[in-house]
Every structure is written in C-alpha cells, then in structure tokens.
C-alpha cells in the first residue's frame, strides 16, 4: 500500500516563506468562510472587518502593535531556549513574576520620577522573569531535572502567588474591600510612542536584534547551536553544557520577565493575576511558527496580535467567541502548517524497508 | 550531522503538536473565565450614601425624538472604514460581558436586561462577550472597536472594566460609560450602577432557614468583600427570622465562575451537615451537588429551578432591564447624569425568583409580605438589635444601619460560621 509521507527537502523551498504564508493563510480563509457560513456569518464581512480592526488605519495597527509586543518577547524566550533544544514552557509564569516584581518595585517607588520608576519597573521585571526561571535552570542542569515540567508548573505557582498578594499583603487599601491591588502611580504607564503602541515597541526591537545577532553571529550563539544538536560534540569541543543550559533558561526566562515588566508599565493599571493574558503560551506558538528562529518572531508576532485582535473585534458583529476562537485557531494552524510544507514534501511512499531512511524521522501524514 | 537533523526534525514535529495544543489553550485564556471578581461590591464612595437614595428610576418618561441626531457617531464613523453600515445616524447601546451569555446566570441576566432596554426604548444594542476582565488590552481593545463602530453608549458588566473603562471615558467625553458594580464615576460620561440583592437574599433567607432539618445551611461565596458579606448577613438574618437555631456555614471559593470549584465546595459543605445550599456564584454547579446528595439549594443571578428542579427552593435574581432602559434612553436624549446608582426592591432592579411548590404555605405568605413592605421602603434588612459573630452588639433595638457601615461591611453577623479574612 502506497502512502503519503513527509519527507524533509534537502533544501527549503527558495523564497518558499511568503508562498507558503499566503497560500497558508488562503485556505485557512476557505476553511473559515465554510465554518462562518455554517455558524450564519458573511464570511466577507467578517474578513473585513478583522483586517480593518488590525491593520484598518494607524489607530488599529498601532492596537495590533501594542500586542505584537508581549507576544515577540514571550516568542523570543520560547526561541531562545529552543535554540539549545530545551522548552521553556514556563514563560506565562515569568511574565507574571516579571509583573509582579515590576508591580512592587512601582509600591517602594510611588515617589520617584517617571522615567526612573519605569526604568526600574521595566529592569526588576527582567530580574523577576530571571529568577522564576533560575530554580528550573539550576535543576536542569546540576541534576536533568526536565525543565519542561518544572517551568510549566511554575506558573500555576505565579498565579498563586499573585493570589496571595493581592489577599492579603498587596490588598488595596483604598479598594473598599475589593480583591484587587493597588493601583499603579500615574508616573508609571509607559509614554505612547504613536496612537496605542508604547516605547515598548522599542524596547522589544532592540532586543529582538540584540539577541538575534547573538545566536546567529556570535561564537556563543554557535556553541549553543552546537550543544542543541549534540551534547557530547559540544562537551568534545569543550563547551560546558551545564553553564550554557543555565545560562540560556535565565536569558529566557529574562526575557519572558521583560515582557511582563513592559506589560504591567505599558497596558495595566494595577497587578492582576491575567495581566499575562496567555501571552506566555501563545509564545510556544509564535516561536513555532517563526521555526524557533529569534529573527522570525517580529513577524509572527505582529500576524499573530493582528489575529487575535480581529478575532475580537469581530464579536461585537455578533459571531459567537466560539466561532471567533476556532477561526483564530484555524488562521494560525494553517500558517503553520504551510511553513511545514517548505521544509518537507509530501512523498508517496513504499510500506517498510523502502526509503527506510528518509521516513525514519518523520510521520505519516 | 545525522542526529541533528533528526533531532530537529522531531523538535519541529514537537512543536508543531505543541502549538497545535497551544492555540487552545492561548484562545481559552482569553475568555478570562478563571479570572478575578466580576460581580463585586457596589457603588461606594464618601457621598455613595446620598445618592443611592434619591436616585430613583424612571424609564417611562423618556424622549425617543431626540435620540436621532448623535454628531459624536459621524466623527467616529468617518475614519471607520469598515462599518459602513447605517449606523452613522443611529443612535446605539453595546455592553461588554465576562463570560458567554449561556442559559442563566450573571452574563444571561445582564443579557436578558439588553434585551429589554433594546425592546423598551427601541434603541438597538450590541455585545461583545468573553472579555477578559483582568487583560486591559483585551477590555481596551474591545471598547475602541465599539467606539469605532459609533456605539454611544458602553455598558460594562465587570468589577474588572472599572480602570479602562474610566480611562476609555475621559477618552471619548462623548460617548456614555456605565459601569456595573465598580466605584468609580466621574462629572460627565462615566457613572456606576449596581443594586440591592442582600434584599431578596433575606427573603431567600427565610425560606431556607425554613427547609432546613439539620439547622445547617451551607454557603458557597467567591470573595471575602462587602456585597458578598452583606449578602451572607441578610440571608443569615431572613433565616434567623423563621428559625432562630439555624446557622449559617461559609466555605470561599476565590473564584466567580468555576463549576469545578463550586461543586467541591458544595459538596464539603454538604458532607459537613447541611442540608441547604446557598451561594454568591455564577454557575449552577452549588444547585447540582445539592441535586444529587438530596439536598436543597437556593440560587443566585437568575432563577435557575430547571437546572436542579428536586433541590431548587428559590433564588434571589437581577432585573437590570429597567435600568438599562433608562441609562440609554437618558444618554439618547441628553439627559444622563452619572453618578452612584445603588437600586433596591423599590425599583425593581432586584426581586425573588419562583418559588418551589413544596414551601410551606404560611412561609411563601411571610415572604410576600416582607418582599410588599420592601417595595414600599418600609422594612429594612439591617436593623437593631443587631449582633456581629463575635457577640458585640452592632446596632441597637430601633436603630437602622447607616448607608456607610452597609456599604463596607465587612463582618459577619451572629449565627454566620466561617472568616471573613
């Protein structure tokens, strides 16, 4: 019986990147249209309705923006990590540690001016994000603790943790009894730079570069690149794995912290146990798409917020947060799956034995 | 060379499920319904008292002429590309909901309360549902797209919206923002409305305290905050009227809307010795649990005697829909004033739900007449003598409890079992 296989190209289609998204993204559109008639919507309608809340005018691309940020930096920690083959699954938690950090350096600094509380909020939230990832980092290195499970459970723990604060040491005084933190100084909300897209913005492009350079430039990027694909040619070629796994988790979850910092300065008006609004997981997602490579994550970013934000904004037309959720889902997935096809084909292959070789490392499809 | 290719590839295919995984739960997230408080305390501010009193509603006397000509609607129009639909002269109501609207609850009672503002003023009204309350991009987000589409009122029914939606209204000075049971408002555009339910929750109270055999009525609450003390304390209070050895217990879920939590916590209660159940939550789960041990229930939001009909007893249920009207029709012909609306019985913004058949006749005919003399104003829940959990007299043989000390109040009366943190 002859089947289909993916089998990997030798090369990746040249140029396959915008193909491959555009027919990715077109029968994502197809499929939707079929589902949004189902479910009694005008496929059209909603289609224009969510490039123009995304991309419509400046107001809506500076919106789309203002959530290209969280969604790069979290996508970049995820790359980050990737890059030496390690997952960090916990960034949702960093984020939210990174905030909460952020948030109480805000309370001991209610006095200070703007651009040095924010400067010190933007900074404590790095840190944040760093020592939440620390623990996992140390684990996975000393001892192999799977870093996967410990950084995802760490961000229920964050979660707690906001809990606790706002309940009882963080409790607003002046909340009439509200669980809720206090709110944040007027000093602290981070300047816009045009519309709705704040200085963030450039925080996270230079980040974006910095980091970027590093892992494709620099001798450290290659020996992590090195140390993904082999631990024993890395520790032959003298490079010490347990530092570089150490190293790397913290950068990420750095990262991550940094992203939750400029959250809580740019968007929040006080600490919430959701101001990291999934931000930390749908990062896995723009860290995929990107194929785990720190220079794709803007890109992936900016379509990513402008899905989300559309996805929204087309409920106010009366398409059910179900419908809007699938069809987010489906845009994204189809993407995805097209980045698949420029780097596998599809082969009709012989059953076993045949071409044993090339089907070994991929699925059926 | 080999093993890193392979390596890679399964990474990718890793990722690939992974992401696959994500979207889910990334999309879920923003439902927010695991977030933080949505139906919290009410109006409260230094002159809260006052104006809770006098703000009395009227929805009949409004002026639908004059609700035609909106110019703020075509400012925002006109760099909206998108909806050009007919909007631009129209003079129209979104509200901003929490969850999905569902089959009762919160959300569905806010919604049904849409419904009759659109019906009774014949002013169309949109939603957006699912916003995450804890997310200001997410509430920003959604309130610049109502804007964009020439909505002139905003109507938000979240403790959460409260600091966007502040924010949002010194924005666009032209567009009307209410918010539901915050506490804050400002001169112009932005007032807060919410309502009186610790009222019907006495009468509740009392039939409750009626049912129960084993003297123990279970509590399951969201937040150790004054709406839900003082509903706690009124529902002690109604069931202290009929059966002076009841007691109360109170179990925290630090949640609003979680049918797995609820449940838990219905059943501990239950396990515990109660035979009644009654709850400051949004799901039907407290009503399931009680279902299935043979126990009663007294729900909360909306009547909700079809989700558990053996344990179902009665409910003590919002009717924001004349409300609703009056804010939008006020807003269409000019006339809103914001400011700290804190509606009772006498207004009809909160009521009794159906009552189960096997009451007691004598009981459903207390009820009536309490619920009679608290539509005419004459019967006041907190009233002395009146003593807090710990024994301290409160208020004095004759004495009424000050609009202040209801508002913050964050104790628990007599007979109340459990912290109040």
Redesign the interface.
């Given at each position: 019986m002859i089947r289909p296989v993916l089998v990997?190209r030798e090369v990746p289609v040249r140029g396959g990147q915008p193909l491959a998204f555009a027919v990715g993204l077109l029968v994502a559109l197809l499929l939707g249209a079929v589902l949004l008639l189902v479910a009694g919507d005008s496929p059209m309608e909603v289609y224009?309705?969510m490039l123009?809340?995304s991309f419509?005018?400046l107001?809506a691309f500076s919106?789309t923006l203002?959530?290209a940020i969280p969604l790069a930096l979290a996508g970049l920690a995820v790359a980050i990590a990737?890059t030496m083959?390690l997952w960090n699954i916990g960034a949702e938690g960093q984020i939210l540690f990174g905030a909460t950090t952020a948030a109480g350096i805000a309370q001991i600094g209610e006095g200070w001016s703007g651009p040095v509380l924010i400067l010190a909020m933007i900074v404590g939230g790095s840190i944040g994000g760093a020592l939440w990832a620390l623990g996992p980092a140390a684990a996975k290195a000393y001892i192999g603790v799977n870093e996967i499970i410990t950084t995802l459970m760490l961000n229920e723990i964050a979660i707690r943790l906001i809990?606790y604060l706002i309940?009882g040491p963080w409790k607003d005084p002046e909340g009439?009894?509200?669980?809720?933190a206090p709110?944040l100084p007027e000093q602290s909300f981070l300047p816009n730079l045009f519309q709705?897209t704040h200085v963030g913005l450039l925080i996270a492009i230079a980040v974006l570069a910095v980091i970027g350079l590093m892992v494709s430039r620099s001798s450290w990027g290659y020996e992590l690149r090195v140390a993904?694909?082999?631990g024993a040619t890395a520790t032959y070629a003298g490079i010490s794995l347990k530092r570089k796994i150490l190293t790397v988790l913290v950068l990420s979850g750095t990262v991550a912290g940094l992203a939750g910092g400029i959250?809580l300065t740019g968007?929040?008006?006080?600490l919430?146990?959701?101001?990291s609004?999934?931000y930390g997981?749908?990062g896995?997602?723009v860290?995929?798409?990107a194929?785990?490579r720190p220079s794709g994550v803007a890109a992936v970013a900016v379509l990513f917020g402008a899905v989300?934000?559309g996805g929204?904004?087309i409920?106010?037309?009366?398409v059910?947060?179900?419908v809007s959720?699938v069809l987010?889902?489906l845009i994204?997935?189809g993407v995805?799956a097209a980045g698949?096809l420029i780097?596998y084909r599809i082969e009709m292959a012989e059953p076993a034995g045949h071409k044993a070789r090339s089907t070994?490392?991929?699925?059926s499809a | 060379m080999k093993s890193t290719k392979s390596t890679k590839a399964l990474l990718r295919l890793l990722a690939l499920l992974m992401a696959f995984v994500m979207i889910a739960a990334a999309c879920g997230d923003d439902d927010g319904d695991d977030g933080s408080a949505d139906d919290g305390d009410s109006a409260v501010t230094d002159d809260a008292g006052n104006d809770m009193a006098d703000d009395d509603m009227v929805d009949e006397g409004m002026d639908e002429d004059d609700m035609a000509e909106d110019d703020m609607a075509e400012d925002d129009m006109a760099e909206d590309d998108m909806a050009e639909d007919d909007m631009a002269d129209d003079f129209s109501a979104a509200f901003l909901y929490i969850s999905p609207i569902g089959e009762a609850g919160w959300t569905w009672a806010h919604d049904q309360g849409r419904l009759h503002a659109e019906e009774a003023t014949g002013i169309p009204t949109f939603f957006v549902d699912s916003v995450n309350d804890g997310s200001p991009a997410d509430i920003e987000a959604a309130i610049r797209t109502l804007v964009a589409d020439g909505h002139d009122v905003i109507i938000g029914t979240s403790f959460g919206y409260m600091d966007t939606m502040e924010a949002m209204a010194a924005e666009f000075p032209d567009v009307v923002f209410e918010h539901v049971s915050g506490y804050k408002a400002n001169e112009t555009n932005f007032g807060n409305t919410f309502g009186k339910i610790y009222q019907p929750r006495y009468l509740t109270g009392m039939i409750a305290g009626a049912a129960t055999e084993t003297n123990q009525i279970g509590y399951v609450a969201a937040f150790p905050i004054p709406e839900v003390a003082r509903g706690i304390n009124a529902f002690t209070l109604g069931a202290q009227r009929v059966n002076p050895d009841v007691e109360v217990v109170v179990q925290w879920t630090s949640t609003w809307f979680d049918p797995a939590i609820e449940g838990d916590a219905a059943d501990a209660l239950l396990e515990g010795g109660a035979d009644v159940i009654a709850m400051h939550q949004d799901t039907t789960s407290a009503g399931l649990a009680a279902e299935a041990a043979g126990a009663r229930w007294v729900s909360y939001n909306s009547d909700m005697s079809e989700f558990a009909p053996d344990a179902y007893l009665a409910s003590a249920i919002w009717n924001w829909g004349p409300r609703y009207a009056e804010i939008i029709s006020s807003a269409a012909d000019g006339s809103y004033v914001p400011g700290f609306y804190w509606g009772g019985y006498e207004d009809g913004i909160v009521d009794i739900g159906s009552i189960a058949a096997d009451v007691d006749a004598d009981i459903v005919a207390q009820v009536e007449d309490i619920r009679q003399q608290m539509i005419d104003g004459t019967f006041a829940v907190f009233s002395g003598p009146l003593f807090a959990q710990d024994g301290t007299q409160l208020l004095a043989e004759g004495e009424v409890m000050d609009p202040g000390m209801l508002l913050g109040e964050a104790f628990f009366v007599q007979g109340v079992v459990g912290d109040i943190g």
């Amino acid at each position: 019986m002859i089947r289909p296989v993916l089998v990997r190209r030798e090369v990746p289609v040249r140029g396959g990147q915008p193909l491959a998204f555009a027919v990715g993204l077109l029968v994502a559109l197809l499929l939707g249209a079929v589902l949004l008639l189902v479910a009694g919507d005008s496929p059209m309608e909603v289609y224009r309705r969510m490039l123009s809340a995304s991309f419509g005018d400046l107001e809506a691309f500076s919106v789309t923006l203002n959530r290209a940020i969280p969604l790069a930096l979290a996508g970049l920690a995820v790359a980050i990590a990737a890059t030496m083959g390690l997952w960090n699954i916990g960034a949702e938690g960093q984020i939210l540690f990174g905030a909460t950090t952020a948030a109480g350096i805000a309370q001991i600094g209610e006095g200070w001016s703007g651009p040095v509380l924010i400067l010190a909020m933007i900074v404590g939230g790095s840190i944040g994000g760093a020592l939440w990832a620390l623990g996992p980092a140390a684990a996975k290195a000393y001892i192999g603790v799977n870093e996967i499970i410990t950084t995802l459970m760490l961000n229920e723990i964050a979660i707690r943790l906001i809990r606790y604060l706002i309940n009882g040491p963080w409790k607003d005084p002046e909340g009439y009894g509200f669980v809720q933190a206090p709110a944040l100084p007027e000093q602290s909300f981070l300047p816009n730079l045009f519309q709705r897209t704040h200085v963030g913005l450039l925080i996270a492009i230079a980040v974006l570069a910095v980091i970027g350079l590093m892992v494709s430039r620099s001798s450290w990027g290659y020996e992590l690149r090195v140390a993904g694909s082999s631990g024993a040619t890395a520790t032959y070629a003298g490079i010490s794995l347990k530092r570089k796994i150490l190293t790397v988790l913290v950068l990420s979850g750095t990262v991550a912290g940094l992203a939750g910092g400029i959250e809580l300065t740019g968007n929040a008006t006080r600490l919430t146990e959701t101001v990291s609004n999934g931000y930390g997981f749908a990062g896995i997602i723009v860290a995929a798409l990107a194929l785990m490579r720190p220079s794709g994550v803007a890109a992936v970013a900016v379509l990513f917020g402008a899905v989300q934000v559309g996805g929204q904004s087309i409920k106010a037309i009366g398409v059910s947060d179900a419908v809007s959720t699938v069809l987010q889902a489906l845009i994204l997935f189809g993407v995805i799956a097209a980045g698949v096809l420029i780097v596998y084909r599809i082969e009709m292959a012989e059953p076993a034995g045949h071409k044993a070789r090339s089907t070994s490392r991929v699925r059926s499809a | 060379m080999k093993s890193t290719k392979s390596t890679k590839a399964l990474l990718r295919l890793l990722a690939l499920l992974m992401a696959f995984v994500m979207i889910a739960a990334a999309c879920g997230d923003d439902d927010g319904d695991d977030g933080s408080a949505d139906d919290g305390d009410s109006a409260v501010t230094d002159d809260a008292g006052n104006d809770m009193a006098d703000d009395d509603m009227v929805d009949e006397g409004m002026d639908e002429d004059d609700m035609a000509e909106d110019d703020m609607a075509e400012d925002d129009m006109a760099e909206d590309d998108m909806a050009e639909d007919d909007m631009a002269d129209d003079f129209s109501a979104a509200f901003l909901y929490i969850s999905p609207i569902g089959e009762a609850g919160w959300t569905w009672a806010h919604d049904q309360g849409r419904l009759h503002a659109e019906e009774a003023t014949g002013i169309p009204t949109f939603f957006v549902d699912s916003v995450n309350d804890g997310s200001p991009a997410d509430i920003e987000a959604a309130i610049r797209t109502l804007v964009a589409d020439g909505h002139d009122v905003i109507i938000g029914t979240s403790f959460g919206y409260m600091d966007t939606m502040e924010a949002m209204a010194a924005e666009f000075p032209d567009v009307v923002f209410e918010h539901v049971s915050g506490y804050k408002a400002n001169e112009t555009n932005f007032g807060n409305t919410f309502g009186k339910i610790y009222q019907p929750r006495y009468l509740t109270g009392m039939i409750a305290g009626a049912a129960t055999e084993t003297n123990q009525i279970g509590y399951v609450a969201a937040f150790p905050i004054p709406e839900v003390a003082r509903g706690i304390n009124a529902f002690t209070l109604g069931a202290q009227r009929v059966n002076p050895d009841v007691e109360v217990v109170v179990q925290w879920t630090s949640t609003w809307f979680d049918p797995a939590i609820e449940g838990d916590a219905a059943d501990a209660l239950l396990e515990g010795g109660a035979d009644v159940i009654a709850m400051h939550q949004d799901t039907t789960s407290a009503g399931l649990a009680a279902e299935a041990a043979g126990a009663r229930w007294v729900s909360y939001n909306s009547d909700m005697s079809e989700f558990a009909p053996d344990a179902y007893l009665a409910s003590a249920i919002w009717n924001w829909g004349p409300r609703y009207a009056e804010i939008i029709s006020s807003a269409a012909d000019g006339s809103y004033v914001p400011g700290f609306y804190w509606g009772g019985y006498e207004d009809g913004i909160v009521d009794i739900g159906s009552i189960a058949a096997d009451v007691d006749a004598d009981i459903v005919a207390q009820v009536e007449d309490i619920r009679q003399q608290m539509i005419d104003g004459t019967f006041a829940v907190f009233s002395g003598p009146l003593f807090a959990q710990d024994g301290t007299q409160l208020l004095a043989e004759g004495e009424v409890m000050d609009p202040g000390m209801l508002l913050g109040e964050a104790f628990f009366v007599q007979g109340v079992v459990g912290d109040i943190g």
